[in-house]
T-cell receptor
Framework: AQSVTQLDSQVPVFEEAPVELRCNYS??????LFWYVQYPNQGLQLLLK??????LVKGINGFEAEFNKSQTSFHLRKPSVHISDTAEYFC???????????FGTGTRLLVSP | DTGVSQDPRHKITKRGQNVTFRCDPI?????LYWYRQTLGQGPEFLTY????????KSRLLSDRFSAERPKGSFSTLEIQRTEQGDSAMYLC??????????FGPGTRLLVL
């Protein structure tokens, strides 16, 4: 079985500052990794995914994440955040095949002017 | 295609009533998933269909919950004898083999 830990429940940051949202996972098999974003009262939108290949993955809206197998981490980064990035961010893992995703508890990113 | 759609978007019901939610996946997607998200938590997997076959059910899906996908297109999730603990956002997602799930906007259920 897989599990995901997002240690930070909330991350406050000023506009134009860099941000890192942390994600660690646990699995006994090879996995796919994902970051989804959820704006208030909406569903989840995929930011980026790691399936194989390069460990640095670039996504939408200027976000990127790095897969680190030895540390079982998949941290999300953005060099300069905007007010519009305020949202809930979920890290997720699945076994290869996408049968189901296991999500972390989420990190609320609060961007202030 | 406009993406995954769910109906209704909001539902308020009294404890003990039955409710049914509908999900229309992206048309070319043969996989369909249901998740439940409670306040402050990440989505939790409930069940998954490939075409009309229900291939996996979480133990979260008690006997009061039933999901169907009769023609391999839209799906329904029914909750019988609702309880206050059923209050949550119910998310539907769909995918093709080898692609990630695309999520709908969700149905927010409030049980009074």
């Amino acid at each position: 079985a897989q599990s995901v830990t997002q240690l930070d429940s909330q991350v406050p940051v000023f506009e134009e500052a860099p941000v890192e949202l942390r994600c660690n996972y646990s699995s006994s098999v090879s996995v796919y990794l994902f970051w989804y974003v959820q704006y208030p009262n909406q569903g989840l939108q995929l930011l980026l995914k790691y399936l194989s290949g390069s460990t640095l993955v670039k996504g939408i809206n200027g976000f990127e994440a790095e897969f680190n197998k030895s540390q079982t981490s998949f941290h999300l980064r953005k060099p300069s955040v905007h007010i519009s990035d305020t949202a809930e961010y979920f890290c997720a893992v699945s076994e290869m095949g996408f049968q189901k995703l296991v999500f972390g508890t989420g990190t609320r990113l609060l961007v202030s002017p | 295609d406009t993406g995954v759609s769910q109906d209704p978007r909001h539902k308020i019901t009294k404890r003990g009533q039955n409710v049914t939610f509908r999900c229309d996946p992206i048309s070319e997607h043969n996989r369909l998933y249901w998740y439940r998200q409670t306040l402050g938590q990440g989505p939790e997997f409930l069940t998954y269909f490939q075409n009309e076959a229900q291939l996996e059910k979480s133990r979260l899906l008690s006997d009061r919950f039933s999901a169907e996908r009769p023609k391999g297109s839209f799906s329904t999730l029914e909750i019988q004898r609702t309880e206050q603990g059923d209050s949550a956002m119910y998310l539907c997602a769909s995918s093709s083999p080898g692609t990630h799930p695309w999520f709908g906007p969700g149905t927010r259920l409030l049980v009074l």
